[in-house]
């Protein structure tokens, strides 16, 4: 067992309309966490847009900077939707090879620097990013509405 392994009782498995396991709702049932598992927020602009697009993709509430990829309930297609929206948010293809080696988000954003070469450009984007995942449908469309 690793050391990010958790166990978290629960009275009863979340089901579906037709009985089966609920897996989403099970990814989405968030440990108390404790003084020895405290949080670690993303500290960084480009942390913080890596944790909102797995939040998106894996369906969770929360990801802290420490969080695994994989302890969260990836899997590898779901890393490759996480690589599709890398590429389409900072415009830098990475090879799905570098989460397997870089499943926290604070590795994947070392990676992800490596990889672009431009942290600027990068922290920019990531502020942009985060900007844009703040605004409701209505703040996007007025936007849109103006800038045309």
Not at 28 to 33: F, G, K, L, Q, Y
Not at 56 to 71: I, K, Q, R, S, Y
Not at 139 to 146: I, Y
Request: include cysteine; aromatic fraction near 8%; charge should be negative.
């Amino acid at each position: 067992m690793c050391s990010s392994d958790l166990f978290v009782f629960i009275d009863t498995l979340p089901l579906t309309p037709h009985n089966k396991i609920d897996r989403k709702a099970l990814r989405a049932i968030t440990p108390s966490r404790d003084r020895a598992g405290a949080s670690a927020p993303p500290a960084t602009p480009l942390e913080r847009a890596i944790a909102g697009i797995w939040q998106d993709v894996l369906g969770v509430p929360h990801v802290d900077a420490t969080d695994n990829f994989f302890d969260l309930g990836g899997h590898s297609l779901l890393a490759t939707q996480i690589m599709w929206r890398i590429f389409e948010v900072f415009d830098v293809e990475v090879p799905l090879r570098r989460l397997f080696d870089a499943p926290t988000v604070t590795a994947f954003a070392t990676a992800l620097q490596d990889i672009a070469g431009n942290p600027a450009r990068l922290t920019r984007v990531a502020e942009l990013y985060e900007e844009v995942r703040q605004l409701s449908a209505d703040d996007v469309s007025a936007r849109l509405e103006d800038a045309t």
